[in-house]
RNA sequence: GGGCACAUAGCUCAGCGGAAGAGCACUCGGCUUACACCCGAGCGGUCGCAGGUUCGAUCCCUGCUGUGCCCA
């Protein structure tokens, strides 16, 4: 056998370095094609879609976590045999990415209207083609293991193919329609929003009681828009309110116009709000729009798309915020402010791409008729055909398809898919499909002049980038989508819409089998990282200091179903440290010859310390897989942690010196077990820490790439739960001689004279070098003399061990650490004895809880007596 | 206003009916030739408060307080 000394040194380096490292490692993997998907061959699917990333944005701490748990999922079910396709792409993002345009030629003086339509958008594919291609390489810092070759836009041609299509048949079947209603408008962008692109926060305003008409003849509403009252139509009352009841069906002069409103009865009024009575705006206020339907109120726009007051008079020209006060001022100069509260705290809608203030608009729009696709979203999850996890989020899913609005996609922007409708003469309309050839404009036809909700196209992802509405083999292989991995906060925006689309486009079946809804990411205090905060971490940042694979080992290793991470710097350097310990201890290995190229040797000529790591590795291997099907990465983050740190580095490899040093077959043996435990936890560690795994495991087994390594399963050999039991009595036994030895300030280099008994009978012979090596232990010499003894009770029996310290013995500490022991032995007592005494614990409690009851109180006499003993000596003596 | 979570060690979080756990932080001792991004040992919790169910409650139920989120 080749003396390890004289075994080839491996090239690793002492410490991993990823910066150096990781590029190159990523182009390779690309480069030989590993995560290119193909549609032929047999085997099984796996297909999950990126949420398409924001054209104009960089990828953060939130899409790093997301694609640290696709990636995970994908990387391991390519090494389970899987044809995998994980599907990149981007969206286009039509306010934010008109916005970021507009910004750049208004430096140069211009707006997008000098510039007209058609070259604006061209200057927005420009910009695109310039700055759009940063996400794509921040993915491959984060090592995403994304089918390039597949990767999508929501504006190229085949998906605004799909848009068109589906627009076409929506609209045919009525599931379109244009209306005039009121809508969210966002005063600054000058588009319409749909329901969730407003942001409610509880603002401080103000509440003004006015009175309107006069004498018996007057009726007090309370507003916290006072502008709003010239567009005023009526004043609402509950049909029940007898204190109104006299007024209903008269009328009162609207203050400030002269105009004579009606009084009339509604049952939405909420008599116990302010007076009891409301005024009803219909053009601008989505309630007062309602009540003016039941009531048939004309309604009054008093404003401009960019919140200008049009009404005729004083206001005129002011903006609405500028308008407030002074409608308010001449109100109060009639003596008609009843009352005011300032601040009145209470909720107001924001864009949620520029946070100005929503205004409720009335405007003619596009709407989807969502009530038979969200039936058939609600269904899907129901019935089961999609799964949602973690399961307590479905009930959030149902509420949400169960009480949906129709959706409002039309957006005045030009950056977009535009509206496929062109109006032609004499009222005429016409929808033109992906095929038909549109109307001829010297006929008068014009096509309408707006584009769609940017989570329109969003909404086709799962089945457009496959080639939809082409029946491809992509879309034939990997429809439905196997998972779809998101955040929750984006549940309603996107993967309602999704399942809407897809059951609707696809006849009915459902775009995902699972859908995994991740927390959000947070500061190390449980905040929400924002801009404005200052708390923002940049997982490039990350990158650059710990590497791809820290960052990405930190995230999931905290990612618990449902929940929230609060992350800070220190849980990546952790993770960086666990790297570089799995690291060494592969590069441990590797210096010792640890090999693949041999099978590991039959159970019964291994050491119990073999058998022992063998056995703790088919366990985990099994619980890794059982945690994946749950979607429990922090867990199974944790279990390999664990398992790396705790068992195989600070035990198997200390047992291994031992066994290694023996030489012969012995050490030999070693080195296939070593090569086997490696080999095993590389591959269940490469989903989630790609780069270093990929070199620890290329160096140990001469392989060509883990990218395509098969993924560990149980060897299928027994365990052996005896030798388990006998590692886990040396671990004690090994602890508890170390602990004594620190009490005593022994320095942990030193070695100490020692001499054992009690460890044949407990059944650890084999493992007795183990127990000198690990606890620097020497055998006794002539001139032994014991100085100090610890007795340490283990599942076979008690070992005693005699130390000679060769000076003084500290019995003050011994003295502490023991009546420490003997306390915690007379609580364990005083507990059992308890239970044990009450009748009705031991007639009713099941057996077994009694009988472990019964040998926990044995065990803490017996360790009270031996304590005491122990104790009495030292005083004695 | 409606709904849903969550309150466990200094911090961030697991555990969710039968002996309080992890990582980080902290204390002490160590360069024990894989690793100081390390090793060894240790300190630290009436599991938010008050009731209830149970032989037994951090775990189940009710109420309260506090925090967060979603929806109006």
């Given at each position: 056998?080749?003396?390890?000394?004289?075994?080839?040194?491996?090239?690793?380096?002492?410490?991993?370095?990823?910066?150096?490292?990781?590029?190159?490692?990523?182009?390779?993997?690309?480069?030989?094609?590993?995560?290119?998907?193909?549609?032929?061959?047999?085997?099984?699917?796996?297909?999950?879609?990126?949420?398409?990333?924001?054209?104009?944005?960089?990828?953060?701490?939130?899409?790093?976590?997301?694609?640290?748990?696709?990636?995970?999922?994908?990387?391991?079910?390519?090494?389970?045999?899987?044809?995998?396709?994980?599907?990149?792409?981007?969206?286009?993002?039509?306010?934010?990415?008109?916005?970021?345009?507009?910004?750049?030629?208004?430096?140069?003086?211009?707006?997008?209207?000098?510039?007209?339509?058609?070259?604006?958008?061209?200057?927005?594919?420009?910009?695109?083609?310039?700055?759009?291609?940063?996400?794509?390489?921040?993915?491959?810092?984060?090592?995403?293991?994304?089918?390039?070759?597949?990767?999508?836009?929501?504006?190229?041609?085949?998906?605004?193919?799909?848009?068109?299509?589906?627009?076409?048949?929506?609209?045919?079947?009525?599931?379109?329609?244009?209306?005039?209603?009121?809508?969210?408008?966002?005063?600054?962008?000058?588009?319409?929003?749909?329901?969730?692109?407003?942001?409610?926060?509880?603002?401080?305003?103000?509440?003004?009681?006015?009175?309107?008409?006069?004498?018996?003849?007057?009726?007090?509403?309370?507003?916290?828009?006072?502008?709003?009252?010239?567009?005023?139509?009526?004043?609402?009352?509950?049909?029940?309110?007898?204190?109104?009841?006299?007024?209903?069906?008269?009328?009162?002069?609207?203050?400030?116009?002269?105009?004579?409103?009606?009084?009339?009865?509604?049952?939405?009024?909420?008599?116990?709000?302010?007076?009891?009575?409301?005024?009803?705006?219909?053009?601008?206020?989505?309630?007062?729009?309602?009540?003016?339907?039941?009531?048939?109120?004309?309604?009054?726009?008093?404003?401009?798309?960019?919140?200008?007051?049009?009404?005729?008079?004083?206001?005129?020209?002011?903006?609405?915020?500028?308008?407030?006060?002074?409608?308010?001022?001449?109100?109060?100069?009639?003596?008609?402010?009843?009352?005011?509260?300032?601040?009145?705290?209470?909720?107001?809608?924001?864009?949620?791409?520029?946070?100005?203030?929503?205004?409720?608009?009335?405007?003619?729009?596009?709407?989807?008729?969502?009530?038979?696709?969200?039936?058939?979203?609600?269904?899907?999850?129901?019935?089961?055909?999609?799964?949602?996890?973690?399961?307590?989020?479905?009930?959030?899913?149902?509420?949400?398809?169960?009480?949906?609005?129709?959706?409002?996609?039309?957006?005045?922007?030009?950056?977009?898919?535009?509206?496929?409708?062109?109006?032609?003469?004499?009222?005429?309309?016409?929808?033109?499909?992906?095929?038909?050839?549109?109307?001829?404009?010297?006929?008068?036809?014009?096509?309408?002049?707006?584009?769609?909700?940017?989570?329109?196209?969003?909404?086709?992802?799962?089945?457009?980038?496959?080639?939809?509405?082409?029946?491809?083999?992509?879309?034939?292989?990997?429809?439905?989508?196997?998972?779809?991995?998101?955040?929750?906060?984006?549940?309603?925006?996107?993967?309602?819409?999704?399942?809407?689309?897809?059951?609707?486009?696809?006849?009915?079946?459902?775009?995902?089998?699972?859908?995994?809804?991740?927390?959000?990411?947070?500061?190390?205090?449980?905040?929400?990282?924002?801009?404005?905060?200052?708390?923002?971490?940049?997982?490039?940042?990350?990158?650059?200091?710990?590497?791809?694979?820290?960052?990405?080992?930190?995230?999931?290793?905290?990612?618990?179903?449902?929940?929230?991470?609060?992350?800070?710097?220190?849980?990546?350097?952790?993770?960086?440290?666990?790297?570089?310990?799995?690291?060494?201890a592969t590069r441990f290995a590797l210096m010792n010859g640890a090999s693949t190229a041999r099978a590991v040797p039959a159970r019964e000529?291994?050491?119990?310390?073999?058998?022992?790591?063998?056995?703790?590795?088919?366990?985990?291997?099994?619980?890794?897989?059982?945690?994946?099907?749950?979607?429990?990465?922090?867990?199974?983050?944790?279990?390999?942690?664990?398992?790396?740190?705790?068992?195989?580095?600070?035990?198997?490899?200390?047992?291994?010196?031992?066994?290694?040093?023996?030489?012969?077959?012995?050490?030999?043996?070693?080195?296939?077990?070593?090569?086997?435990?490696?080999?095993?936890?590389?591959?269940?560690?490469?989903?989630?820490?790609?780069?270093?795994?990929?070199?620890?495991?290329?160096?140990?087994?001469?392989?060509?790439?883990?990218?395509?390594?098969?993924?560990?399963?149980?060897?299928?050999?027994?365990?052996?739960?005896?030798?388990?039991?006998?590692?886990?009595?040396?671990?004690?036994?090994?602890?508890?001689?170390?602990?004594?030895?620190?009490?005593?300030?022994?320095?942990?280099?030193?070695?100490?004279?020692?001499?054992?008994?009690?460890?044949?009978?407990?059944?650890?012979?084999?493992?007795?070098?183990?127990?000198?090596?690990?606890?620097?232990?020497?055998?006794?010499?002539?001139?032994?003399?014991?100085?100090?003894?610890?007795?340490?009770?283990?599942?076979?029996?008690?070992?005693?061990?005699?130390?000679?310290?060769?000076?003084?013995?500290?019995?003050?500490?011994?003295?502490?650490?023991?009546?420490?022991?003997?306390?915690?032995?007379?609580?364990?007592?005083?507990?059992?004895?308890?239970?044990?005494?009450?009748?009705?614990?031991?007639?009713?409690?099941?057996?077994?809880?009694?009988?472990?009851?019964?040998?926990?109180?044995?065990?803490?006499?017996?360790?009270?007596?031996?304590?005491?003993?122990?104790?009495?000596?030292?005083?004695?003596?």
């Open positions: 056998m080749t003396d390890t000394a004289s075994q080839p040194t491996t090239d690793l380096p002492p410490a991993w370095e990823p910066a150096t490292v990781e590029a190159e490692l990523y182009e390779r993997w690309v480069a030989a094609g590993y995560f290119t998907s193909d549609a032929g061959g047999d085997r099984p699917p796996f297909c999950i879609v990126l949420p398409p990333p924001n054209v104009t944005g960089s990828l953060h701490m939130g899409h790093a976590l997301d694609h640290t748990l696709m990636d995970a999922l994908t990387r391991r079910r390519r090494m389970q045999g899987y044809e995998a396709l994980w599907q990149p792409g981007m969206d286009h993002a039509g306010i934010a990415t008109q916005n970021v345009v507009e910004r750049e030629i208004a430096r140069e003086g211009l707006t997008r209207h000098d510039l007209g339509r058609e070259a604006f958008v061209e200057r927005v594919w420009a910009w695109k083609g310039e700055y759009g291609g940063q996400i794509q390489g921040q993915m491959r810092r984060f090592g995403d293991s994304v089918d390039w070759s597949r990767d999508r836009f929501t504006m190229d041609e085949g998906l605004s193919k799909a848009v068109q299509t589906i627009f076409k048949r929506l609209f045919d079947e009525g599931l379109i329609y244009r209306a005039e209603r009121i809508i969210n408008w966002c005063p600054r962008c000058l588009t319409a929003l749909s329901d969730i692109e407003v942001e409610h926060s509880e603002d401080e305003g103000e509440l003004v009681s006015i009175r309107y008409g006069d004498g018996d003849r007057s009726i007090v509403v309370a507003t916290t828009r006072a502008e709003t009252m010239l567009g005023d139509t009526a004043v609402a009352v509950h049909p029940d309110d007898q204190r109104y009841a006299h007024l209903v069906g008269t009328e009162v002069e609207l203050p400030l116009t002269g105009r004579m409103i009606p009084i009339v009865a509604d049952e939405h009024v909420d008599p116990e709000f302010g007076t009891g009575a409301v005024k009803v705006t219909p053009a601008h206020d989505p309630n007062d729009f309602e009540i003016g339907q039941r009531a048939e109120l004309p309604a009054i726009t008093i404003m401009d798309e960019r919140g200008v007051i049009t009404a005729h008079g004083p206001f005129e020209g002011l903006d609405r915020f500028e308008a407030r006060p002074a409608v308010v001022a001449a109100l109060r100069e009639q003596g008609r402010i009843v009352a005011e509260k300032r601040p009145y705290v209470h909720s107001v809608g924001h864009c949620s791409r520029c946070d100005t203030v929503v205004e409720p608009r009335l405007s003619l729009q596009w709407f989807v008729r969502v009530a038979p696709l969200a039936k058939a979203a609600g269904d899907a999850v129901r019935d089961g055909r999609t799964r949602i996890h973690p399961p307590e989020l479905a009930k959030r899913y149902f509420d949400w398809v169960d009480n949906m609005h129709d959706w409002c996609i039309s957006r005045q922007l030009w950056w977009g898919h535009r509206i496929p409708v062109w109006y032609g003469p004499n009222g005429k309309v016409m929808c033109v499909g992906p095929d038909e050839q549109p109307p001829p404009a010297d006929e008068g036809w014009t096509q309408d002049p707006d584009v769609l909700d940017t989570w329109f196209s969003s909404a086709l992802w799962p089945f457009s980038t496959l080639g939809w509405p082409e029946r491809t083999p992509h879309l034939e292989k990997f429809y439905p989508n196997s998972v779809l991995v998101t955040g929750y906060d984006i549940l309603f925006f996107w993967v309602v819409r999704m399942m809407m689309f897809g059951l609707y486009a696809m006849d009915g079946v459902q775009p995902f089998h699972e859908v995994y809804l991740h927390g959000l990411i947070r500061d190390e205090t449980g905040k929400k990282m924002s801009k404005a905060r200052g708390n923002v971490i940049n997982p490039l940042d990350w990158m650059d200091r710990y590497g791809a694979d820290a960052t990405r080992f930190t995230l999931a290793r905290g990612a618990n179903p449902g929940s929230d991470m609060a992350l800070a710097e220190d849980w990546a350097a952790g993770s960086r440290n666990f790297g570089n310990k799995l690291w060494n000529t291994l050491t119990e310390a073999d058998r022992w790591i063998l056995g703790l590795t088919d366990a985990l291997v099994s619980e890794v897989d059982r945690l994946y099907e749950e979607y429990q990465f922090a867990k199974l983050s944790d279990a390999l942690y664990h398992y790396t740190w705790d068992e195989l580095c600070d035990w198997y490899l200390e047992l291994a010196k031992v066994q290694l040093a023996e030489g012969g077959d012995r050490a030999e043996a070693t080195r296939a077990v070593l090569g086997h435990v490696f080999d095993v936890v590389l591959r269940l560690l490469h989903p989630l820490i790609p780069f270093v795994t990929e070199r620890l495991w290329t160096t140990l087994t001469g392989g060509e790439s883990v990218v395509v390594a098969p993924w560990p399963a149980a060897s299928g050999q027994p365990r052996d739960p005896e030798a388990e039991r006998h590692v886990v009595a040396v671990q004690k036994l090994v602890t508890e001689i170390r602990r004594f030895r620190s009490d005593q300030g022994v320095k942990p280099g030193q070695r100490v004279s020692a001499r054992l008994s009690g460890v044949d009978d407990a059944g650890l012979s084999a493992l007795r070098p183990a127990v000198a090596s690990l606890a620097r232990l020497n055998d006794p010499g002539d001139d032994f003399a014991a100085s100090a003894s610890i007795e340490v009770a283990v599942a076979g029996g008690t070992v005693t061990v005699e130390l000679d310290l060769s000076g003084t013995v500290d019995l003050d500490a011994e003295r502490k650490r023991l009546a420490k022991d003997l306390a915690a032995a007379e609580k364990e007592l005083a507990g059992c004895d308890a239970k044990l005494g009450n009748p009705n614990f031991t007639d009713k409690a099941p057996a077994p809880v009694v009988a472990k009851i019964t040998a926990r109180r044995e065990i803490a006499v017996a360790d009270i007596e031996r304590i005491s003993a122990r104790l009495s000596a030292m005083s004695n003596g």
